[in-house]
């Protein structure tokens, strides 16, 4: 569980980095951070369902990296909607894990799954750190 989690840290970083970076970055930055999605961090989580052969990532019940796997997708699939049209077994991780009545009440519209970015708060991020 550890594991899967640590390695979805990096993809997460990537998603979460995009929406405070200074406009002339953003366009490259999209193109890099789909690209690693699609072609290193999905394709290791679809092995890995292929692999184990059950509903969840690691034993038979929910865990952490569950739950945190369907982040990173939702997430992902905000910036391209499209995105697990590779990944059929993906796909069906994401509509089983959704379903899960707690996890299904959290996604309802108007729940608080995470703030909005607002621009004060951009600009107030990128003269930190950039």
Same mark, same amino acid.
């Given at each position: 569980?550890?594991?899967?989690?640590? #390695?979805?840290?990096?993809? $997460?970083? &990537?998603?979460?980095? !995009? #929406? @405070?970076?200074?406009?002339?970055?953003?366009?490259? !930055?999209?193109?890099?951070?789909? *690209?690693?999605?699609? $072609?290193?961090?999905? =394709?290791?989580?679809?092995?890995? &369902?292929?692999? !184990? *052969?059950?509903? @969840?990532?690691? #034993? $038979?019940? &929910?865990?952490?990296?569950?739950?945190? &796997?369907?982040?990173?997708?939702?997430?992902?699939?905000?910036? +391209?909607?499209?995105?697990?049209?590779? @990944? =059929?077994?993906?796909?069906?991780?994401?509509?089983?894990?959704? +379903?899960?009545?707690?996890?299904? +009440?959290?996604?309802?519209? *108007?729940?608080?799954?995470? =703030?909005?970015?607002?621009?004060?708060?951009?600009?107030?991020?990128?003269?930190?750190?950039?």
């Amino acid at each position: 569980i550890d594991m899967y989690v640590e #390695g979805m840290f990096d993809i $997460n970083e &990537l998603l979460m980095k !995009h #929406g @405070f970076l200074p406009a002339d970055q953003k366009e490259q !930055h999209f193109a890099d951070m789909m *690209g690693k999605t699609e $072609n290193r961090y999905f =394709p290791v989580f679809e092995k890995v &369902l292929k692999d !184990h *052969g059950k509903d @969840f990532l690691v #034993g $038979n019940q &929910l865990s952490r990296a569950d739950v945190q &796997l369907l982040e990173i997708i939702l997430m992902a699939e905000e910036f +391209k909607p499209d995105i697990l049209a590779k @990944f =059929p077994l993906l796909q069906s991780f994401k509509a089983r894990i959704s +379903k899960i009545p707690t996890i299904k +009440k959290f996604l309802q519209p *108007g729940s608080p799954r995470k =703030p909005l970015i607002r621009e004060d708060e951009v600009a107030k991020v990128i003269s930190i750190f950039y």
